[in-house]
């Protein structure tokens, strides 16, 4: 592996109880480079032993006078240390990012930047965490409400934002007063234990920020749903793992924040300026090798502006700088593994088979390194292709025409997910019209990247339940309290 400045970041151990750990059995796995098969660092490929030992330190913590003793105000001040900690090695996180995850390093630097906007956010938000007095009925009583932590709470995230995920539940979490337990994805550790290493540089006290890596995520994932000392469980993934994430939370009642998969619309109305149009779809599509949860999964073009669209999107599809995300002129990377790369590719198979047209693309580029595929634009999608019924979470266009507004809403909302969806219009009718109709979470409206710390993230139908930054980012990590002041 290629070592850079970044290497005094990289941690090889695990945080349990503000100590650096191996595995209890002592094994390891490596973190490859996807651009390139390099090794990049080991970590431990801890035991569910090893996770109840986190979940345990996680209660003490919790009930230990370090922290439940702290005012709101410290809890501030110490993400708002976290945070500044995190800018200051910004530069560096992002390079472990782009090793472990292939992002582009712009993409990296930008996501370091998000994710620790919200760190920002709820180190101010853990001030405004108010309780209400209502008004009783009754001449004798108060009616007081107030929020309280509600304990230890598991997080298990994902490779495609290594840092963000995390940040967007932690910084949520300790804000309301909990502590945590991440279980950073397999493919990107490395970020995960950065950023908790510059958590415990900032003074947030031992056990209130655990992080443990594995391998074997089902069992440890089972176990936190199972613990009675976790009382709350928030997961980004895929929906299939979500599913079995909720069936597992019932017997204990648990709290559960699920950001799902999305199978994103992106519609164009004849009345769109296809300019906009064409940067937004780019931005949508290819952030990240179109590895997100929101990124844009099936075009719906109306027929009156798709040549124009199609023409000029094929143009700036073609431009793509392909490599490396280490060039800092690349914009699109590898995909992560080999499991997304061979679900991209059948799904374009797929699709052909069906009778799809290839208009771009459509194949792996091995010229360039195994993991990586061609910018892909594919028209004439039908209905019955996995490119349309499925979230192809790769680097493809998948476009369909449409006649009128009536068919792109309901073909837009013909799936069971709905996390984000975009549409581009510049007729104002239309645009409250549709922004409406759409069964989603998020709705961008000429505009293809709306995520932001102040906004609520979240799914409605399979995508999720439960919404992440924002002021309502809070809400999955406090119970309300309804205290009756009688007889008074
Ligand atoms: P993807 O890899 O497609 O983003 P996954 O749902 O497989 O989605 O992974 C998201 C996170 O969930 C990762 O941290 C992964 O290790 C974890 N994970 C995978 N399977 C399970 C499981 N059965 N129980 C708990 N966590 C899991």
Not at 113 to 134: K, L, P, Q, T
Not at 261 to 267: C, E, R, V
Request: with cysteine; charged share 25%; hydrophobic share 40%.
């Amino acid at each position: 592996g290629r070592m850079r400045n970044y290497s005094a970041l990289v941690q090889s151990k695990a945080l349990v109880d503000g100590a650096w750990v191996e595995s209890s059995d002592c094994d390891t796995f490596e973190v490859l480079n996807p651009a390139n098969g390099a090794v990049i660092g080991t970590v431990p490929n801890m035991t569910v032993a090893d996770a109840q030992k986190a979940i345990d330190a996680a209660k003490k913590a919790y009930e230990s006078k370090e922290w439940r003793s702290l005012t709101a105000k410290d809890r501030s001040n110490l993400l708002k240390k976290w945070h500044k900690l995190i800018e200051q090695n910004s530069q560096e996180i992002a390079e472990i990012m782009t090793a472990e995850s292939g992002k582009p390093i712009n993409e990296s630097k930008g996501e370091v930047a998000y994710g620790n906007s919200f760190v920002e956010w709820f180190a101010e938000e853990a001030r405004r965490i108010y309780g209400e007095i209502i008004p009783s009925a009754a001449p004798n009583r108060e009616i007081i409400v107030m929020k309280q932590p509600i304990g230890v709470a598991a997080l298990i995230t994902p490779w495609n934002f290594p840092m963000a995920m995390i940040t967007r539940k932690a910084g949520a979490a300790l804000a309301a007063g909990c502590t945590v337990v991440v279980k950073p994805s397999e493919d990107t550790p490395l970020t995960a234990l950065a950023v908790a290493k510059l958590a415990e540089d900032a003074g947030i006290p031992k056990g209130v920020i655990n992080v443990v890596t594995t391998k074997k995520a089902a069992p440890m994932g089972e176990l936190f749903c199972k613990s009675p000392d976790v009382r709350g469980i928030s997961f980004t993934g895929s929906t299939e793992v979500g599913k079995l994430l909720f069936r597992n939370c019932a017997d204990g009642i648990k709290r559960v924040c699920l950001e799902l998969g999305g199978n994103a619309p992106f519609i164009v109305f004849d009345s769109a300026d296809v300019e906009k149009a064409v940067d937004g779809a780019m931005a949508s599509k290819f952030r990240n090798c179109g590895q997100t949860c929101v990124s844009a999964n099936r075009f719906f073009v109306q027929d009156g502006i798709y040549d124009k669209f199609v023409e000029q999107l094929k143009k700036r599809v073609e431009a793509l700088k392909i490599g490396n995300g280490e060039g800092c002129d690349v914009q699109i990377g590898p995909l992560i593994n080999e499991m997304q790369f061979k679900k991209v590719s059948g799904f374009v198979e797929d699709a052909k088979d069906k009778k799809a047209t290839v208009l771009s693309g459509g194949k792996p580029l091995t010229e360039v390194g195994s993991l990586f595929y061609a910018p892909t634009i594919i028209t004439d999608v039908p209905s019955t292709a996995k490119l349309y019924t499925e979230e192809v979470f790769g680097p493809v266009v998948s476009i369909i025409r449409f006649r009128d507004e009536e068919e792109a809403v309901q073909k837009a909302n013909d799936t069971r997910r709905g996390l984000a969806g975009y549409f581009y219009s510049e007729n104002l009718q239309q645009v409250f019209r549709v922004a409406k109709r759409l069964e989603v979470g998020m709705v961008g409206v000429n505009e293809g990247i709306i995520s932001a710390a102040e906004a609520p993230f979240g799914g409605v139908k399979e995508s999720g339940v439960g919404r992440e930054g924002s002021k309502h980012g809070i809400d999955d990590y406090v119970d309300i309290k309804y205290i009756c002041m009688g007889n008074l």
